[in-house]
Structures are given as structure tokens and as C-alpha cells.
């Protein structure tokens, strides 16, 4: 090789993997610094988000942060943990997203740094590949469509002769924001921008209503609390409970509160009126857009629209401090596409390395499902026949 050949060479791609999390929580200046620099930006991916997730659901769970770099540069991360996943009466082993399972994140990726896409999803299968026998099952959910990773990991995986399924995700409604509150009213269809107007005008003419953030530490308890109430009532009319219900879910929403306060991302908004909390949206400021992970709403106000009029407020705080984006993230209802939203989808990947196990988690249930049709035609024929003897 000549020297200038030698000067042009890029230095070799090699991974480094931390299974103690005290190692991945250190490095996590290092971790934003390169989510930052990605194309695939988002509070979900960031260390403070995952650590929450990490220290509320993780435990007794075997981690996997994965880094790729090419020589001394950090070019890639990514985070996964072992899972059981149960079907047909089996156990599988699976390697998911740190984040995913708990229906508490959405757009999960790879990182990397721009230009070295490809380089970090081959070098993280690479690393897969490698401790295959930790798992049956890779599950890359929540992965925006638009991601410059999938194409590649959906290559990268046929290459080394998976199995993949594909599945959309629940998909989030977003509302673009301009820069004045009457100019958003005028993308909202007539009917619409009448009912808000007429929703706060008849609240705050017969009540006496106040808009709070949670601004200090010692306000998360009460503000908390009445959330899960209130989330929790609005689900108990319909004979069911709550997310609320479980310790870890709270758990996560303390952590991941204080965590962002203390960022100055948290955005918690609660309505009173005459006195008494009726709604809540906890949500979440990341560049330029405002994302709405929860609310509660008091069932008792319902038929005065407290929900809407708490939205208004918020719309017109995110137009005041610059946002642009208000993201209704998982699920899309009419309700949320009334205010001028569109729609975000993302993927749910599952792939299986070729042998048994994954013959039994993909193909075994699609030849049960084809035998019952099989046999639901048989019996449908045996039925409309008729017997004429001899």
C-alpha cells in the first residue's frame, strides 16, 4: 500500500458492548452528544429518557448498549435488553429496544452519526449475530417509517437469512404550529375554530378557571396524583383500570418528571376550575416540538369541555415559546385530527434466525391459521350438500 493510500484508509469498524449499567448511565453526555448529530433526534432516544425507563422497568433484565466506532470515534448506539415473548403456549427469547414494551415510547432507532448508517446497523447485527443464542427473537418496534435505518436493517437481515414480519405501529397525530394563534384558528375547519372559541368563552364566564405549570420539584406529588385520579376515572366508566394501576408505571412517571424538570423540558399544564384540578396534559418540550404523553380529565366537566379548553391554552403556550410541533404521539382518533393533525406511522419489526424456533413463531401459526380455513371451508361445503341415496 503507498503512503497516500495508506493516509486515505478509514480506520476499521469494531463494536464495544457495556452490560453494567453504572458504564452506559457515565457515558451519557458522550450518548446525547451523538443523538444530537443523528438524523434520527428524539427525547425518546435520549439518555435521560432511556436511564428513567431503564431503572423503573430494567431490573433483573441483561442489558446490551452497544457501541460502534470507527478507530477512537463514537459512530453508533443503541440499547437493547432480554425479554420472554409467549406464543402459541411457547416461550421465545427476544432482544428488544431499551424503551419499548411498556407502551411509554414511541420512535425508537439506531443512532448514528450522518453518513455512517450503514456501518452502525451492520456493525450492530454484527454484535447480534454474534451472542445468537441469547435470543430467538429481534424486536425492532416503533421505528419511524421515515428512518433512514430501516431500509437498512431490513437488508442487513435478509443478508443473514432472517425471518422478518412487519407490522405497522400505532400510529401519532401531529399538528404543525405557525406563529400566531389566529393564524393556526385558520387552519382548523369553521366548526371547529367556533366550538374552541365557545368553550373557553363559556368556561371562564361561569367559572372561575386558572391554568397551572408545574414549575418546582414540590409540586410533582399533587400534580401526579391527581393525573392518575383523573386518568383513572375516565377509565373506570368504561369498567376498566388505568395505566396508573401499576407501581412501575408510576414509578417511571416520577423518575422521568423530575428528570425533565430538572432539563427544563417538562411542560405539565393542569386546569382548575373553581378551585378543583379537572384536567391534566403532562407533556414534554424537545427542540422544536411539544409532545403529549398522558392526561386526565374529570368526567364530572366532561360535558363542559374542560380537555379542549385545556388544549387551547397549551396550543397557544407552544405558539408563545416558538414550538412547532404539537405531538398527540400513539393513536389517532377524530377528536385528535380536528385540530388540524396529520399522521406519523412507524414500524414494528420481528425477525428470527432460520431454524425450529423460528419456524414455530412464524410459519407454525400461518399453517394453523390456513388449516382452520381449510377446514371451516370443508365443513361449509359438508353442510350446504344434499344427500340423494341410491
Not at 76 to 93: M, N, P
Not at 249 to 262: G, I, V
Not at 272 to 278: I, K, M
Amino acid at each position: 500500500m503507498t503512503r497516500a493510500a495508506a493516509a486515505t484508509t478509514e480506520p476499521a469498524v469494531r463494536v464495544e458492548v457495556l452490560k453494567d449499567e453504572g458504564a452506559w448511565f457515565a457515558m451519557s453526555e458522550a450518548w446525547n452528544a451523538l443523538l444530537a448529530e443523528s438524523k434520527v433526534n428524539t427525547v425518546f432516544l435520549t439518555a435521560e429518557w432511556l436511564g428513567c425507563w431503564w431503572r423503573s422497568y430494567g431490573e433483573n433484565r441483561p442489558l446490551h448498549v452497544v457501541k460502534v466506532l470507527r478507530g477512537d470515534r463514537l459512530i453508533g448506539l443503541t440499547a437493547f435488553y432480554e425479554k420472554k415473548v409467549r406464543k402459541i403456549k411457547l416461550t421465545f427469547k427476544a432482544m428488544a429496544f431499551v424503551g419499548d414494551g411498556t407502551w411509554d415510547s414511541d420512535y425508537l432507532d439506531l443512532i448514528a452519526a450522518p453518513g455512517e448508517e450503514e456501518a452502525v446497523v451492520e456493525g450492530v447485527l454484527d454484535y447480534l449475530f454474534d451472542v445468537r443464542d441469547r435470543w430467538d427473537l429481534l424486536l425492532l418496534n416503533e421505528i419511524p417509517d421515515s428512518s433512514p435505518m430501516a431500509p437498512l436493517i431490513r437488508r442487513g437481515l435478509s443478508a443473514r437469512g432472517c425471518t422478518q414480519s412487519e407490522e405497522q405501529a400505532v400510529a401519532c397525530a401531529w399538528s404543525a404550529l405557525p406563529d400566531s394563534w389566529d393564524d393556526y384558528l385558520k387552519t382548523l375547519k369553521p366548526r371547529m375554530r367556533t366550538k374552541t372559541r365557545s368553550l373557553v368563552r363559556k368556561l371562564e364566564e361561569a367559572h372561575d378557571v386558572e391554568l397551572e405549570l408545574c414549575e418546582r420539584e414540590d409540586q410533582l406529588p399533587e400534580r401526579l396524583a391527581s393525573m392518575y385520579e383523573l386518568h383513572e376515572q375516565r377509565w373506570r366508566q368504561v369498567g376498566k383500570s388505568g395505566v396508573f394501576v401499576f407501581p412501575e408505571k408510576r414509578d417511571f412517571y416520577e423518575r422521568m418528571s423530575r428528570e425533565l424538570l430538572a432539563l427544563g423540558w417538562l411542560r405539565f399544564h393542569s386546569l382548575r376550575v373553581d378551585g378543583r384540578y379537572v384536567a391534566h396534559q403532562f407533556c414534554f418540550d424537545y427542540g422544536d416540538t411539544r409532545f403529549l404523553l398522558q392526561e386526565g380529565m374529570d368526567p364530572a366537566w366532561f360535558d363542559k369541555g374542560v380537555g379542549n379548553v385545556l388544549r387551547v391554552y397549551v396550543f397557544q403556550d407552544c405558539i408563545e415559546r416558538g414550538i412547532r410541533v404539537y405531538d398527540f404521539l400513539g393513536g389517532v382518533t377524530q377528536h385528535k385530527l380536528s385540530w388540524g393533525s396529520d399522521v406519523k406511522k412507524s414500524l414494528r419489526l420481528t425477525a428470527g434466525r432460520k431454524g425450529a424456533r423460528s419456524f414455530l413463531y412464524f410459519d407454525l401459526p400461518r399453517a394453523a391459521r390456513w388449516g382452520r380455513d381449510r377446514l371451516r371451508d370443508v365443513l361449509g361445503k359438508g353442510e350446504g350438500s344434499t344427500e340423494t341415496g341410491s
